[in-house]
C-alpha cells in the first residue's frame, strides 16, 4: 500500500475534498493516511481543518514534518492559493519523497525555478500540472505543423489561466517569446512564439475546454471540445508517479508555463502591449 500524506493552506477545499475519492478509484493500492492545513480556512461556509478530518476518515497531522514522516509519497495542495507553494514545499521538496504540486505551481517564474532547485539540491522527484494536460483530446492531437491555436475556456484569468496555457505549451513547446492582452472584459491574449507562430487564449464564464488548432502545411483546422475524463487522467497518472518514479510533466514546461502566466498578469495592466516573456 502506497500511503499518500496531503499538506494544504487549508483542508476544505475542492481537490482535497476530490483526490481522496479519484485516488481510490484509480488504484485500492494507494491511501491518504494524514493530512495537514496550515490555517483554517479563512473563507466563511468553509469547515475547520479538524471538521475536514473527522468527515474525510483522514487523521490530521500536527505538522508538514509529520506528514512527510507517516508518508511514502506527498501531495502538496493549494490549488487556489499558489503563492504559498514555494512555503509549503521547502520540507517536501527536501525529504526525496516523491511529491506532487497541485496547479498552479507557482505565481513567478522565480519562484518555480526556486522551488525546483530546492527539489534538485534533495534528489526530490517532482512535477506539476494542470489536468487539462492530460486530456485525451490534447494527448491524441496532431502536434506536427502547428502553427495556429484559437484557445478558449471557462473561468477567471487569476486561477484557471493555468489550464489554457498548460496545453498551449503541451502542443506548441517552450519557445514562446512575448504575450499581449487583447481584452478585459473576457481577458484574452496572444502567445507569440520566436519563430511567428501564436497562441490565443480567452476566458468565456462557463464555456467548455477546447480550442481550434490550425497547421502551416495542410488548409484543414482541427476542433477540439474536451469533453475526457481529464481528471481520471491526471489522477491516473499521478498513481502512475508513485508507483514508478517516471515524471510525466517536464519541468521546463512548467516553468515555461508560469512564465507566461506571469507575463499575460502583467500584460493585463496595458492592453494591447507586448511583454516580454522571461
Not at 464564464?205 to 480550442?211: D, I, L, P, V, Y
Request: glycine content about 8%; charged content about 20%.
Amino acid at each position: 500500500m502506497i500511503k499518500v500524506g496531503f499538506i494544504d493552506y487549508y483542508l476544505d477545499e475542492w481537490h482535497a475534498n476530490e483526490y481522496p475519492g479519484f485516488l481510490k478509484k484509480q488504484s485500492d493500492n494507494v491511501e491518504v493516511i494524514c493530512a495537514y492545513g496550515h490555517i483554517q480556512p479563512p473563507i466563511a461556509g468553509r469547515i475547520s481543518n479538524e471538521e475536514w478530518s473527522a468527515k474525510k476518515n483522514i487523521p490530521l497531522a500536527g505538522s508538514i514534518e509529520e506528514v512527510i514522516e507517516k508518508s511514502d509519497c506527498l501531495v502538496v495542495l493549494s490549488p487556489d492559493n499558489p503563492e504559498m507553494h514555494e512555503e509549503l514545499c521547502k520540507l517536501p521538496l527536501s525529504s526525496g519523497k516523491l511529491t506532487y504540486v497541485d496547479k498552479t505551481f507557482a505565481t513567478t517564474k522565480a519562484e518555480a525555478e526556486r522551488i525546483f532547485e530546492n527539489a534538485d539540491k534533495h534528489g526530490t522527484k517532482c512535477y506539476s500540472s494542470s489536468a487539462l494536460f492530460f486530456a485525451d483530446e490534447y494527448c491524441n492531437a496532431e502536434t506536427s505543423g502547428i502553427c495556429t491555436i484559437q484557445s478558449m475556456g471557462p473561468g477567471l484569468f487569476s486561477n484557471y489561466a493555468i489550464h489554457q496555457v498548460e496545453p498551449i505549451v503541451k502542443l506548441m513547446g517552450t519557445d514562446a517569446s512575448r504575450v499581449m492582452c487583447v481584452g478585459t472584459a473576457h481577458p484574452g491574449f496572444v502567445i507569440e512564439y520566436r519563430d511567428g507562430r501564436q497562441a490565443r487564449f480567452s476566458h468565456f464564464g462557463s464555456s467548455s475546454f477546447g480550442m481550434g488548432i490550425g497547421y502551416g502545411h495542410k488548409p484543414e483546422t482541427t476542433h477540439i471540445t474536451v469533453a475526457s475524463d481529464f481528471f481520471g487522467n491526471c489522477i491516473k497518472s499521478m498513481v502512475r508517479f508513485f508507483e514508478t518514479g517516471e515524471i510525466p510533466v517536464p519541468h521546463e514546461n512548467t516553468i515555461k508555463v508560469i512564465a507566461i502566466i506571469e507575463a499575460a498578469r502583467s500584460a493585463l495592466e496595458k492592453p494591447f502591449e507586448w511583454v516580454d516573456i522571461l
